[in-house]
């Protein structure tokens, strides 16, 4: 059995176990904010992470961006357990696995316009800050492990990517733990890209609404410290799938997103009838809410507990998959017997084309704690992945 023995998160919500779970469950309160600061002069509800972000000024050049930064402020969260579990197994025994889809390149846009303006570069920019392999060489190099570290960018199924990853390389025995989960932060680059494709919306997303129109886009980070070592949280099962269908649209049948289930529900040993909680990917544009919906509907009936996350933290892209695990992974805790589950914001207006699902509404909970969830992501591409999580210890 693999165990994610400790979490680390940074969001929109906030970053602290307390402070998030407050948002989550007693508040019921948006980490979303309205801000021009990626699109000038256009103010859209973005998931911005509100925190102070770890100076990278002692770092070379190559290895100073915010999404390290990001990336270092969820590390700080667990760094103790982290150095243990490197004490007790050797430098060259655990590993880092992380996804991102921006890494750097907010960095990149700044010294671009410098360079359009006056024809330099600045001197804290280097090319290798938006390489995809930086954040998991940067935690590697600050953690002075030898082990295996590589990064994964599928768009949004990322960071679902590398927690499975992480998982095979514990299963085949080139590492007793590894770091691992997601980054991404906000940058004006992805926010025109998905304005192009009128994917953006300019209120709050309203995920399974008839009136659901597109998404928000967050930054943040989440990372796992997984080893064999019980603790309250297992990583059970998890499934991988391309569709091969469009670059940016889901298969409207949903081929994919039914693989990935499946094999993760297998994986994991369970039927469907066990999940107590779905994290849909809920990003509240047309087509993915209508596929997605269909084939949750389809395997697992109408009485499934199911919500979005991304009205809370925006979507967070290559972090999504991560920080939708950590917030599985917080409400899995011994803390939560009363069994509270991420509510599902939306203006409540159903969509006739869809089938009905079970939504949580703010405070619902199970009156015991959640055994079993589930998680899906579903990517630009075609790339699927779906985690399973069961209660420990």
């Known amino acids: 059995m693999l165990y994610l023995n400790e979490c680390g998160i940074v969001c929109a919500l906030g970053d602290t176990h307390e ?7 007693d508040q019921v309160q948006s980490g979303l904010a309205l801000t021009e600061a990626w699109s000038a002069g256009r103010l859209l509800p973005l998931g911005q992470a509100d925190t102070d972000l770890p100076s990278m000024l002692a770092w070379p050049v ?19 357990p982290v150095n243990e579990a490197i004490a007790r197994y050797g430098i060259d025994r655990v590993g880092v ?20 303006a006056d024809g330099t570069l600045p001197e804290d920019f280097h090319y290798a800050q938006q390489e995809m392999g930086s954040p998991a060489s940067m935690l590697a190099t600050e953690l002075g492990i030898i082990g295996p570290a590589l990064t994964h960018s599928s768009a949004c199924s990322s960071s679902a990517k590398a927690l499975a990853s992480a998982a095979r390389l514990i299963n085949m025995g080139l590492c007793d733990a590894v770091l691992t989960g997601g980054v991404d932060t906000l940058c004006a680059f992805t926010v025109a890209g998905f304005s192009a494709l009128e994917s953006v919306s300019t209120t709050q997303c309203n995920p399974l609404s008839a009136n659901r129109n597109g998404i928000n886009i967050g930054e943040g980070a989440a990372l796992f410290l997984m080893t064999r070592e019980p603790s309250s949280v297992a ?16 298969d409207p049948a949903g081929g994919g997103a039914r693989l990935s289930i499946t094999q993760a529900l ?57 920080i939708e695990a950590a917030l599985c992974w917080l409400a899995m805790q011994d803390d939560n017997a009363a069994g509270h589950m991420p509510p599902h914001l939306w203006d409540g207006v159903s969509d006739p084309a869809l089938p009905a699902l079970k939504l949580v509404a703010p405070g ?30």
């Open 19 to 25: 402070t998030i779970k407050s948002r989550l469950f």
């Open 97 to 116: 696995v992380v996804g991102t889809s921006t890494s750097g390149i907010a960095g990149t846009e700044v010294a671009l316009r410098q360079y359009v």
């Open 62 to 80: 190559q290895q100073r961006s915010r999404n390290n930064q990001m990336a270092l402020a969820a590390l700080e969260q667990i760094r103790l």
């Open 235 to 250: 990583l059970c099962g998890w499934g991988e799938s391309s569709d091969g269908h469009h670059m940016s649209a889901p």
């Open 364 to 393: 619902t909970c199970l009156g015991r704690p959640l055994q079993w969830t589930l998680s899906n992501s579903f990517a630009f591409g075609g790339s699927n992945a779906t985690l399973v999580f069961g209660r420990g210890r």
């Open 266 to 322: 297998q994986r994991a040993g369970i039927q469907a009838s066990q999940i107590d909680y779905i994290n849909l990917h809920g990003t509240a544009t047309i087509q993915n809410d209508a596929m997605e919906s269909r084939v949750v509907h389809d395997l697992f009936g109408p009485d499934i507990y199911v919500s979005s996350t991304k009205p809370f933290t925006g979507h967070t892209l290559g972090a999504a998959a991560a």
